[in-house]
């Protein structure tokens, strides 16, 4: 595939570009970010007065997405879209006229692809790239149905791209250039991504996308993305990162929290080894331990995360938001409280979402308790909703819930929420964490019980519109607490509690089909596919326009997936 039109030297910068740009992401690594930024900035001016590179400018755009993934901050995702974009304008450049699409069904007709240089190969995969990292930065700012939808719309070239590439790789007559391993890399980052997120998405939404010709098969994902891990390629490490974001987040904030940890810890280890150091990776350590319930260890690495670099402090409130669940499964509230007011005051992500954590915190404290000077939950619960923002027009779901939460204290005799911090622990998968350690799950039934015995006494007596949501809340949380303490009978009775009084409900309709989606990930678990199935399909069909919808049903869907992987009868 390599004519010769000067290719000879073409390959050369190619070739040195690449390995400039690996030098790049080893600063990165060992935490010398802006050192990375600057080297990458030097050089692509250096060359830029000849002709540009493209995989300078992907590699800064990269590692500013990596960067807005990391942090959340706004300010970031804004930056990262703006450079990635200039980077698909820099290897839209280098693409030959005739796109990779047009050479493809030319090779169905025989034609031969020998036209191509190995620069142009390069640039598609490049181009693919760049629109398939700016539909990442889409998903990160708004989990909305819709959203996907357009977005998956607009990355509908880059998705034909990477299939194109992939089919043409295999070709008897396609002839391997001297940088092939990088260019093998980029086709299985972009095809394992595509397949694995579009496995990912609610059932409703994939159809709509498989009518645009998108499809997805999650095992044939995976098994690119490891393949590409392990490969030493200029992708190997966002194949890596991915890989490490879908088994320690994605699984469980948009599923029922069956990532392979062991997988995610082999993948890691080589990097530990390598970058000891290194901020990312020992962020992924933390939440390795943190899933596996080593709440202590998890602790331990999160906070040498922070002392490991003090350039990109945003990333920081990575640690301090994981930092604020792992005392939250601790039950330690003051220690809970100070990570979420450290974010309050550090981070842009969302100060709706942290004050309402601060003051879900509060509420918590025993009376003796000592308050931090000058705060009330009361007061920090009706600054919530002014506090509300737009990331790129779209607000955060995560605020919306916080909103509706506190719509009860914006009364003159405002009606207290029962137990905040544990409910939002439900919204971020958190009980999924806490079961693997028995005695936090037991210590958080204790918690859950004696707020159940505190709404029983109201009931008479001064009864209020959200009792019965409150009394269904509480029983959906205890519900999985008996789960993952096996006490299978007592937990179904929780959940069957919900749909029972369904009609009783006036605020929280989210509690339903959550509970609906609860057990049938109970029966699931003691093998009563069939009654799983039908409840998964009731949650999914006759519930909407509720908190946190989208979430509900990407965690329906994993739990479809599972429950079809089952054979009958077992």
Known sequence: MSRDTGGGQADSDLKSSLSECMTALDMFLNNNFQEALAFLQAKSFYIRRSKESMYHVLTYATILEMQAMMTFDPQDIVNAGNRMKEAQAVCQRFRKKSTVADSFNNLVHGQSLDHFTEEEIHAEVCYAECLLLRAALTFLQDENMVSFIKGGIKVRNSYQTYKELDALQKCANYMKGESHCHFEGGVKLGVGAFNLTLSMLPTRILRLL????????????????????????????????????????????????????????????????????????????????????????????????????????????????????????????KMAYFYA?????????????????????????????????????????????????????????????????????????????????????????????????????????????????????????????????????????????????????????????IPANEKKIKYDEYLVPNALLELALLYLHIGRRDEAIKLLENAKQNYKNYSMESRTHFRIQDALLQAKSIPNGC
Request: charged share 25%; with cysteine; net charge negative.
């Open 210 to 333: 498989e009518f645009v010709g998108f499809s997805g098969n999650k095992d044939y994902g995976l098994t690119q993305l490891q393949e590409g891990a392990v490969d030493h390629s200029f992708r190997a490490l966002l194949c890596t990162l991915l890989l490490l974001c879908y088994h320690t987040f994605l699984s469980f904030v948009l599923g029922t929290g069956k990532g392979d940890i062991e997988e995610a810890e082999k993948l890691l280890e080589p990097y530990l080894i390598r970058y000891p150091k290194g901020a990312i990776f020992l962020f992924f350590a933390g939440r390795i331990e943190e899933i596996k319930g080593n709440i202590d260890l998890a602790i331990q690495r999160f906070e040498e995360c922070c002392e490991a670099q003090q350039d990109w402090k945003q990333f920081h409130h990575m640690c301090y938001w994981q930092l604020m669940w792992c005392f939250t499964y601790k039950q330690q509230w």
């Open 341 to 497: 007011d450290l974010l309050s005051k550090e981070s842009s992500w969302s100060k709706a979402t942290y004050v309402y954590m601060k003051a879900a915190y509060l509420s918590m404290f025993e009376d003796d308790d000592t308050k931090p000077f000058g705060e009330d939950e009361v007061k920090l619960f009706r600054q919530v909703p002014s506090l509300k923002v737009k990331i790129a027009g779209k607000s955060l779901p995560t605020e919306k819930f916080a909103i509706r939460k506190t719509r009860r204290y914006q009364a003159q005799n405002p009606v207290p929420l029962p137990i905040p911090p544990l409910e939002m622990m439900y919204i971020w998968n958190g009980y999924a964490v806490i079961g693997k350690q028995k005695v936090l799950t037991e210590k958080m039934l204790l918690t859950l019980s004696k707020a159940e015995e505190n709404l029983k006494r109201l009931e008479g007596a001064t009864e209020t519109d959200f009792l019965r949501d409150d009394q269904c809340l509480v029983k959906l949380l205890k519900g999985l607490c008996f789960k993952y303490l096996d006490r299978i009978d007592e937990a179904e009775e929780c959940f069957k509690y």
